[in-house]
């Protein structure tokens, strides 16, 4: 069953539509959902919904995923303050399971350290950082590099979706 298995981050001020969409499309797909954060409990999105995270993110859990999907708002900014958050991110990279970022997720990505040399979209307010990590910042709605898939905003979330999980059954 872990072959169908995929996680969601998840920190206060998450965007929440780049939480919500993704979640029940994955669900729509067949796909068990693990929502991770530094802890399990209520979080609260930047447009006031509230989720719940099913299990604390631990690097440890990497092989139990077939990939990551890491949101943006603000709560990429709190993802990077956390090492286990980081370090999972990373393992799953490593592990060459899908890893997708949308939006201002990208940070994580960076802090990360996988982005140097890819092809790179993201929020147009983090070009700056995107590039300053080595990584190239396309604009594109959707890039995908590897087993990084990244998308600009909510607006590219459809085609997005529709890529990743075209690749993750590829994968299966």
């Not at 307010?125 to 300053?132: C, E, F, G, P, V």
């Amino acid at each position: 069953m872990d072959g169908k298995k995929v996680a969601i981050l998840l920190e206060d001020f998450v965007e929440d539509v780049e939480f919500v969409y993704p979640f029940y499309r994955f669900k729509e797909e067949g796909y068990i959902v693990d929502v991770l954060a530094p802890k399990v409990g209520e979080f609260k999105g930047k447009k006031g919904l509230t989720f719940h995270s099913t299990h604390r993110v631990d690097p440890e859990n990497a092989d139990r995923y077939i990939a990551v999907f890491i949101p943006g708002g603000y709560a990429p900014d709190r993802f990077r303050r956390d090492k286990e958050t980081i370090e999972f991110i990373r393992q799953m990279y490593l592990k060459n399971k899908i890893v997708a970022a949308i939006c201002h997720g990208p940070w994580a990505l960076i802090s990360a350290g996988i982005i140097k040399g890819k092809r790179v979209t993201g929020f147009f307010s983090i070009k700056d950082d995107i590039q300053n990590a080595g990584g190239i910042y396309t604009g594109k709605p959707v890039e995908v590099d590897g087993n990084i898939i990244t998308a600009t905003d909510p607006k590219a979330m459809p085609e997005m979706m529709k890529i990743l999980t075209s690749i993750l059954r590829e994968k299966a």
